[in-house]
């Protein structure tokens, strides 16, 4: 999988490709991952990118021109169009299931951040096939929006993570939040492990692990709920009592 991010502050992004696992991705090939700085393809003297918005109104906005051309400079050579991302507070709000959808359907993901108060639109309708958001809230530029997007798709590439068991029972996955988890030591200041999860019986500690996601995302997201499907019957008890003590 192939990500290319275009910014204006490659230096915000560089702790984060270069630790743990998405370092070790890249270093195995499995994912390249490159920032493009759009400083770069400013046309004049003081490499300025960003001017006034017209019509007025605060802040500076970042110029169509430079943007386009950063672009074309990584898709100009290809005999595909990359899909173009740009992080945005108007965009879908980001979610399990689209990145899932995003590792699934693309082999090369352009993200665009923008920064100050924005890009002009011209650049969003030149280039931009998808607007994504973090959530409701407005962050000074899309570079942290970017790296949680590449990273909420690297790991759900093959090979990216050790074990892809490590994600199919995780938050999310299947519409419920994750059971809770201990490990060494089995005491910590008097608070025990689950005993179930101490007896090696695989079938009880599933069903056990099964029971606790539900709860937990009654408890914690209870809206999740709404478009739960439960799995058989064992599911449907459980939820069925939950709802009954919650009446
Ligand atoms: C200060 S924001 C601009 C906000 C814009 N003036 C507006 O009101 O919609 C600067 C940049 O940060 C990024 N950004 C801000 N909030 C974001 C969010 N919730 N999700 C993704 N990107 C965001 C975008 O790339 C945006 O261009």
């Known amino acids: 999988m192939r990500f290319d991010i275009l910014t204006l502050f490659?230096?915000?992004?560089?702790?984060?490709?270069?630790?743990?696992?998405?370092?070790?991705?890249?270093?195995?090939?499995?994912?390249?991952?490159?920032?493009?700085?759009?400083?770069?393809?400013?046309?004049?003297?003081?490499?300025?990118?960003?001017?006034?918005?017209?019509?007025?109104?605060?802040?500076?906005?970042?110029?169509?021109?430079?943007?386009?051309?950063?672009?074309?400079?990584?898709?100009?050579?290809?005999?595909?169009?990359?899909?173009?991302?740009?992080?945005?507070?108007?965009?879908?709000?980001?979610?399990?299931?689209?990145?899932?959808?995003?590792?699934?359907?693309?082999?090369?993901?352009?993200?665009?951040?923008?920064?100050?108060?924005?890009?002009?639109?011209?650049?969003?309708?030149?280039?931009?096939?998808?607007?994504?958001?973090?959530?409701?809230?407005?962050?000074?530029?899309?570079?942290?929006?970017?790296?949680?997007v590449v990273d909420a798709v690297s790991r759900l590439i093959p090979g990216v993570l050790s074990d892809e068991e490590c994600y199919l029972e995780e938050s999310h996955s299947k519409g419920l939040l994750e059971y809770p988890q201990y490990t060494r030591p089995r005491d910590f200041r008097g608070m025990t492990v689950p005993e179930v999860l101490l007896n090696g019986n695989h079938a009880e500690i599933a069903k056990w692990k099964r029971e606790q996601a539900i709860r937990i995302t009654f408890q914690k997201r209870p809206e999740l709920l709404k478009n739960y499907c439960p799995q058989d019957s064992f599911e449907k008890k459980i939820l069925d009592s939950l709802n009954k003590e919650n009446e």
């Open 10 to 148: 490659p230096e915000m992004l560089s702790a984060f490709l270069n630790a743990s696992i998405i370092k070790r991705a890249q270093e195995k090939g499995i994912l390249t991952i490159q920032t493009t700085n759009i400083r770069d393809f400013a046309e004049n003297k003081h490499n300025r990118v960003d001017d006034a918005p017209f019509g007025g109104g605060m802040g500076m906005l970042m110029q169509a021109g430079p943007i386009v051309r950063a672009y074309e400079s990584i898709a100009g050579g290809l005999e595909y169009k990359p899909h173009v991302i740009y992080l945005s507070p108007q965009g879908t709000p980001f979610c399990q299931s689209r990145a899932k959808e995003l590792a699934d359907d693309y082999q090369h993901l352009v993200l665009l951040c923008g920064h100050y108060e924005g890009i002009d639109q011209r650049a969003i309708d030149s280039i931009v096939d998808e607007e994504i958001s973090l959530g409701d809230f407005v962050l000074t530029g899309g570079e942290i929006a970017a790296a949680a």
